[in-house]
């Protein structure tokens, strides 16, 4: 327990001062994190099923798609959402990521392992179709630009207004999950993904577990994707392809799936490495793809399980010259 | 929209379907005999063309383009099944995920080696002709390629039910663990069918390269496509694989051509609920 408010302790040092350096340095950063911050509430949306029920989701950015579109199509047909009824859009989004969320895990849920892989980036696919040949209603091939942001009081079109506010709900967002996460719900989810049977012979719904994770996954993917619509200021269906759901998993996996803060921490990365590095060489994606080829091979529980290795290797080592000092002619 | 119409999209939807069978097939036999969801499937295809190109440019010779590009690919994914995905045992996210790392690799290297320009494989003048056939103009390079999937086929077809090694490759499908106790090297196996089904991939791309072009994106284009091929005929299964490229060949073509807005949602949407009553496609193994 004690181990785990030093976790929270340092996780909420570590936020506060993104909250207080980014937003000193030059636009560039500012824009950066912003992007990131946006991006990996869906990160962290996929965590909650891959790391913490087990489900590993090819189509996350579907939900992110539908924020964002929802964002677009109502801001610039209806100049809906550019005043306080942003939050309007931000309910909106949620909710109808949510809707579709709770469609999809009707026909996704029963699927496991490699099936479920399989039939989530088939819903993905659906939904990228639809961003992609629609035309009349979501611009097709071009997407739709939106040309301003919301003004309410504050106004978003400066960066750093924008920033805090993108930083506010990812905080919040957090906060949220990691308090479902920590409930007893949270708890069950944890023992469908270690024994799906065991916790369905001890009288737990495990489908209905997992169904009610996949939706609130869907609505925070909603939630990313309005915001990610604001930051970017074009919505297309390059968010919806199958590569973005492949990146978010990535990114999960790449700051540690089940851990909720690794997908901010893989989303920096990887915005990072995507956004500054191509600035600076050319062949900035071979260390992309290096690094998620590297992670995957030496570091399958990701950044965030490094402390974790150092000790248990330490313990192992210790152990064997323990088993040593005992046993000298034992091998 | 009459006869003709109707027609005329039939034996495109064909004849893309019989590209599609090439991806597809690889595909199915890989996911059958080693569960692995294969990311860089579409990379293979690309290469593939990427490769022929460069046979083309310096040989001229379209004919030698299309077994060199397919050898290299197969050594290509040959290398990745020993060095990469085998060690890594049977976890399927860590799988995936790693053949998409190699996926954007290859993109990577694809880019810097070709260039970002679309290209198009052209074949030899004799094939770019078209035949009449009862007052339809076919292209006779798409009865080509009908007949290219046709002949690839039934040689796999053969392979597969005729042969001992295809045999052992049926046994590894239907249960890997029990094929391991009767003797069969299940790891060889995997190996050759990975590498047959780069080959498979990288001859789509040769193919392909002609009507579709060669670009950058290519990959992950077909990628899905090449997933609702397995899903709709059933992983792991020939036969299901022809049926499920004829299906989504004649889906796409007429889906494009009669509901434009639609096309792909009329794909995919199909290729889930599939997924989602028998989770094996509709002819695979049980």
Not at chain 1, 164 to 174: C, D, H, P, R
Not at chain 2, 41 to 63: E, N, R
Not at chain 2, 123 to 141: F, H, K, M, N, Q
Request: with cysteine; aromatic share 12%.
């Amino acid at each position: 327990m004690r181990s785990q408010h030093i976790k929270v302790l340092i996780v909420v040092a570590a936020l506060a001062a993104i909250a207080i350096i980014v937003p000193n340095t030059n636009s560039f950063v500012i824009l950066l994190t912003t992007r990131a911050l946006a991006f990996s509430i869906l990160v962290m949306s996929l965590d909650i099923l891959l790391g913490y029920t087990g489900l590993p989701s090819l189509g996350q950015a579907a939900y992110l798609g539908v924020g964002a579109y929802v964002t677009a199509i109502l801001a610039t047909r209806y100049q809906f959402g550019l005043g306080y009824d942003f939050w309007l859009v931000v309910a909106l989004g949620i909710l109808l990521a949510a809707a579709l969320a709770a469609i999809f895990g009707l026909l996704a849920i029963r699927a496991t392992g490699v099936y479920f892989l399989m039939i989530t980036l088939a819903l993905g696919q659906c939904i990228w179709g639809l961003a992609y040949r629609w035309n009349s209603l979501t611009g097709g091939d071009n997407g739709i630009n939106l040309r301003a942001r919301p003004k309410f009081g504050i106004d978003l079109a400066d960066e750093v207004t924008f920033f805090y506010l993108v930083f506010g709900l990812f905080a919040l967002s957090l906060l949220l999950m990691y308090t479902l996460v920590r409930s007893p719900f949270g708890q069950s989810l944890a023992g469908i993904r270690e024994r799906e049977l065991r916790m369905k012979i001890l009288g737990y719904n495990t489908w209905l577990h997992k169904y009610i994770a996949f939706i609130v996954a869907g609505g925070f993917g909603g939630l990313s994707g309005v915001l990610w619509a604001h930051t970017a200021g074009i919505v297309s269906p390059e968010n919806v392809v199958l590569t973005t759901s492949v990146d978010a998993l990535l990114m999960a996996v790449l700051g540690g799936a089940g851990t909720l803060v690794g997908g901010i921490i893989g989303a920096i990365i990887v915005f990072g490495l995507r956004e500054y590095l191509s600035t600076l060489v050319p062949w900035w994606q071979y260390v992309l793809g290096a690094v998620y080829v590297l992670t995957i091979l030496y570091l399958p529980t990701g950044l965030m399980g490094i402390p974790e290795r150092i000790r248990r290797r330490r313990a192992l080592s210790g152990s064997r010259k323990a088993i040593k000092n005992i046993a000298p002619a034992a091998s | 929209m009459n006869t003709q119409f109707w027609l005329v999209q039939a034996f495109n939807g064909i004849s893309y379907g019989a590209l599609l069978f090439l991806v597809g097939s690889g595909l199915s036999l890989i996911f059958g005999v080693m569960r692995i969801v294969n990311l860089s499937h579409g990379s293979y295809f690309l290469l593939g063309g990427y490769i022929a190109l460069s046979v083309i440019w310096t040989t001229g010779s379209w004919l030698l383009a299309i077994p060199v590009a397919a050898l290299v690919v197969a050594v290509l994914g040959m290398a990745m099944e020993r060095v990469f995905l085998q060690p890594l045992g049977f976890d399927p996210l860590r799988q995936v995920l790693l053949t998409v790392g190699f996926a954007f690799l290859f993109q990577q290297a694809a880019l810097d080696i070709w260039s970002g320009n679309n290209f198009d494989i052209n074949p030899p003048d004799a094939l770019t002709r078209s035949i009449v056939v009862g007052g339809l103009y076919l292209p006779l390079y798409r009865v080509f390629m009908i007949g290219m999937a046709a002949v690839i086929g039934l040689i796999l077809w053969l392979v597969m039910e005729k042969t001992r090694i295809g045999a052992a490759v049926r046994a590894t499908v239907d249960d890997a663990q029990m094929a391991r106790g009767v003797g069969i090297d299940t790891s060889r196996i995997s190996m050759l069918i990975f590498s047959l089904g780069a080959l498979l991939a990288a001859l789509g791309g040769v193919i392909g390269g002609a009507f579709l072009g060669i670009y950058p994106g290519l990959d992950f284009e077909m990628l899905p496509i090449a997933f609702a091929v397995v899903i709709i005929g059933g992983m792991g299964s020939l036969g299901g694989a022809a049926i499920g490229a004829l299906i989504v060949g004649l889906a796409d073509n007429f889906g494009k051509a009669l509901f434009p807005e639609l096309s792909y949602f009329t794909l995919y949407a199909p290729m889930a609920l599939i997924l989602a009553v028998k989770p094996t496609g509709l002819f695979g193994r049980e």
